[in-house]
């Protein structure tokens, strides 16, 4: 089935009116787009936004170095071991809210609850003054500052974003055709091997866009280390801004356009990891080619 026939299925196609309707309806959007993007460029130029000097700064060599280049690094570092944690505990409590057992469910659904339903910002800030207060990582296990923020940043991102996936994870099964699972239960498999070996690689695959998704959310997420000083870029910006106070909105402008190029390569990775899983449970062309060319003879 082609592409064109594909999207015919969803909707009817336009006619000429609708068609005209369509490309006016886009010319006057983009003419007023345009005129925004121009006039906020005209106010940022009477300002001085554009002068070299300004940009000068924020992108010396020394600054790239020492300020830019460790900023990118932590917050890899907070989004790697944050992503680990939230994926770990998206899948036990996401079949912790289909458990057979009514105590597991109950818990699943208290965490999930509990915790999506708290501001990120706040559960960071908490847990970090209640340690701050007791000084368990530091007095107790002699942490560096550096290590301690981290740490409380990282479960703050893996705890809230567990919650969300556990919801994902859910949903999904929930989506799933129950003869998926029954077919498992056919020949002879126990309910946590239908679960590990049919259920969650489908679910995990039919999921990845909504999973891609809120690890987006979670890389950008790390800019709420700034509230405890973690050095993540936004943090980093506002060192940069305060050093030089003629380029601090150039600052800024330089912090969201690498969490932008982060953001788009993250999810060109798992586009390509998508499309690689798809190749590999897709049926062989030769065989579809045989099923659509016996659909149209019927």
Known sequence: MSRQSESTVLFDALGPKGRRNSNIASIISAVVILGALAYAASVLASEGFFEASRWANPLDKLVVET???????????????????????????????????????????????????????????????????????????????????????????????????AEILRAGVAALPPGQAMAGHAIGLSHGQVQRLVVLPQVLR?????????????????????????????????????????????????????????????????????RRLRRKTAAPAKAVQQIETAVVAE
């Open 67 to 165: 300020t830019w280049i460790p900023s990118i690094l932590a917050t890899l570092r907070a989004f790697a071991l944050g992503s680990i944690l939230a994926l770990i505990l998206g899948v036990i409590f996401g079949f912790g809210r289909i458990s057979r057992f009514r105590l597991t469910r109950w818990a699943a659904a208290g965490y999930v609850q509990f915790f999506r339903s708290l501001p990120l910002v706040l559960l960071i800030w908490i847990s970090f003054t209640i340690d701050g207060h007791f000084g368990f990582t530091t007095d107790v296990l002699g942490w560096t500052n550096e290590a301690r923020r981290l740490t409380f940043l990282v479960l703050g991102l893996g705890i809230y974003n567990g919650a969300v996936l």
């Open 206 to 274: 039919n999921m990845l866009p909504a999973v891609l998704a809120q690890l987006v959310i979670l890389l950008k997420d790390t800019s709420l280390g700034y509230v405890i000083t973690y050095p993540e870029l936004l943090h980093s910006a506002k060192i940069i801004g305060n050093d030089y106070g003629n380029s601090f909105l150039q600052a800024l402008v330089i912090a969201a356009l690498i969490y932008f190029v982060l953001a788009y390569v993250l999810s060109k990775l798992v586009v390509l990891a998508e």
